[in-house]
């Protein structure tokens, strides 16, 4: 009796029913994410799977390892229950993709794959466009076909970015702002952006864009301007390293959170009309600034250990990015909830537990790998 009203007094009320609903209204939903390796992947496979998603991702082959980010979230295949299914493919094959829209049969589809460096854009600029434009070209006529061949529709995220404002024509930038592109990476992301509202108004596709401002995160690629600072600030505290080479300080970037990012790109697909948002946190500083913040947090003063190297100079720079994320807003309720002090310091504090770490291997006899002069 007793078991009975304990189990009793334990059964939730409507709204927690509701609630809970709510968060796995994913369950029986099948998406697929190119670019899951990557910073936003990971946030986003992490987001779907905890709404009740079955997530597939596609991964590039690679002679190394490349799927640190998601290792947490990856189950064995022997294992039962696992979420997270992974798929080789590449945005320049275009076989694989059909394939993989055959076999998956996904009801979303996140295009977040990308060489996604602005400076090494100029070094590759075809192969930033074979993968940026012609690869979303190539996976938007692989969720045609398919929906021709089976009548199902298919919601597709391009990811949009800041950059194609370049040299901006109006602060601060909204959906309605032209582009101005700035690099070959910026400009495979025009074609990339004008190819899905063009099959959004084609074919009647829900093909949406999230024009996303730099978004940042522990994850970060430690090439972007954000996360070579707080890498240096970690191994400079303990350290491991003197000084950090940077090049433009002046530009000026509206920085956010990926974490919370990667939700408005999921929310955008659950509209019943697809469009174009900008998202951004409607702030901006110089990467001066977030030099100083990040030093600042760990006690130290930038200007005593940030030099300057023209390498790291692009030929033509996006000086001043500043986003109007109102639409967001009104229509769909998003709003930034990480600013970029919190931001800073949530990346700095997870690179300095990385140089704790790095130096104690050093401390015990280990050599560490040296990768400076590699980056850009
Ligand atoms: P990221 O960390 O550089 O990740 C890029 C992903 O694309 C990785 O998974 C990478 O695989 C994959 N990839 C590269 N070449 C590929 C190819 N040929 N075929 C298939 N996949 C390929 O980028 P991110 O910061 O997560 O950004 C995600 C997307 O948003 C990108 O399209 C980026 O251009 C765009 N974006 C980013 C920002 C930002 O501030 N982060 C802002 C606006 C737009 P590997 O892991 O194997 O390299
Ligand atoms: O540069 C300056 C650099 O490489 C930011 C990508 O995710 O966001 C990112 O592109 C600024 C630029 O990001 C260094 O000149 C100074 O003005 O971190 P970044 P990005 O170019 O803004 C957009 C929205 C994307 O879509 C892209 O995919 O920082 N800067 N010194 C430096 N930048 C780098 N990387 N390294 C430096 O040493």
């Known amino acids: 009796m007793a078991k009975k009203s304990a ?14 609903l709510k968060a796995r209204d994913g369950v029986g939903k099948r998406a697929l994410i190119t670019g899951i390796t990557g910073q936003d992947g990971s946030y986003l496979a992490e987001f779907l799977i905890s709404k009740g998603y079955e997530v597939h991702g ?10 640190g980010r998601i290792d947490h979230i990856y189950l064995d295949p022997h294992v039962k229950g696992g979420k997270l299914k992974l798929h080789y493919g590449d945005l320049c094959d275009s076989n694989v993709l059909g394939k993989l829209m055959r076999t998956v049969h996904p009801q979303e589809v996140y295009n977040l794959g990308a060489q996604s460096h602005v400076r090494v854009s100029f070094d590759m600029p075809v192969f930033t466009a ?7 070209l190539k996976l938007l006529e692989a969720i045609r076909e398919y929906q021709t061949e089976t ?17 901006v024509l109006e602060v601060p930038q909204k959906e309605t702002t032209p582009f101005y592109p700035r690099s070959p990476y910026a400009c495979a992301k025009v074609m990339a952006h004008w190819a899905t509202v063009n099959y959004r108004e084609s074919y009647n596709m829900h093909a949406s864009c999230g024009i996303l ?10 090439t972007f301007v954000t996360r070579k600072i707080t890498r240096a600030v970690g191994r400079i505290k303990m350290g491991l390293q003197d000084k950090v080479f940077l090049g433009n300080l002046d530009s000026k970037r509206d920085w956010g959170f990926a974490g919370d990012y990667v939700k ?47 390498r790291y100079l692009r030929p033509a720079e996006v000086d001043l990015l500043l986003g109007d994320p109102a639409k967001a807003k009104k229509k769909l309720g998003w709003v930034p909830e990480t600013s970029v002090e919190e931001l800073a310091a949530m990346m700095v504090e997870h690179d300095l537990e990385l140089a704790r770490r790095e130096k104690t291997l050093r401390d015990a ?8 002069g590699h980056d850009q």
């Open 151 to 167: 009548g199902k529709q298919v919601r597709y995220y391009q990811a949009s970015s800041s950059e194609q404002y370049g040299k």
């Open 7 to 20: 189990s009793k007094a334990k059964a939730p009320t409507r709204e927690e029913v509701q609630k809970k």
């Open 130 to 136: 074979d993968i940026v434009a012609m690869g979303a």
């Open 264 to 310: 408005m790109m999921w929310m955008m697909l659950q509209q019943d009309e697809a469009d174009d948002y900008v998202v951004a946190t409607g702030r901006t500083i110089t990467v001066r600034k977030f030099a100083e913040m990040a030093f600042e947090h760990a006690g130290l003063n930038f200007k005593k250990y940030v030099e300057f190297d023209p």
């Open 365 to 372: 006899g280990h050599k560490l790998p040296d990768s400076s």
């Open 213 to 222: 401002f730099n978004h940042e995160s522990p994850r970060r690629g430690e």
């Open 58 to 67: 596609i991964v590039r082959r690679s002679s190394s390892f490349n799927t």
